[in-house]
């Protein structure tokens, strides 16, 4: 009896994503801090917060800038097109 493929990968995906969360689950970090605060996962996880805020911050305007001028360029597109039809219907 033949299995269907993709529900085979789903499963083998399934699989794996269960073992790497009970495997996640069992094992343990140790944290030498005398708080969380001072920990070195909260620390390293503020770090890539204030990384990741920084580079949306300078991706943000680029972004808007780029997206802009494509819709500058499809409403000229637009006018062009409506203003060949009305020139051809005359």
Same mark, same amino acid.
């Given at each position: 009896? $033949?299995? /269907?493929?993709?529900?085979? $990968?789903v499963t083998r +995906?399934? $699989?794996? @994503?269960a073992g790497t969360l009970s495997a996640m689950m069992l094992s343990t970090v140790p +944290? @030498?801090?005398d708080t969380v605060q001072e920990s070195q996962i909260v620390k390293g996880? !503020? /770090?890539l917060i204030q990384d990741v805020?920084?580079?949306? @911050?300078?991706l943000a305007p680029i972004v808007g800038v780029l997206l802009i001028k494509k819709e500058e360029?499809?409403?000229? !597109?637009i006018a062009e097109r409506a203003w060949s039809?009305?020139?051809l219907k005359f």
């Open positions: 009896m $033949k299995r /269907n493929p993709l529900r085979q $990968k +995906v399934l $699989k794996a @994503m +944290v @030498m801090a996880t !503020e /770090n805020t920084t580079w949306l @911050m300078v360029q499809f409403l000229l !597109e039809i009305l020139l």
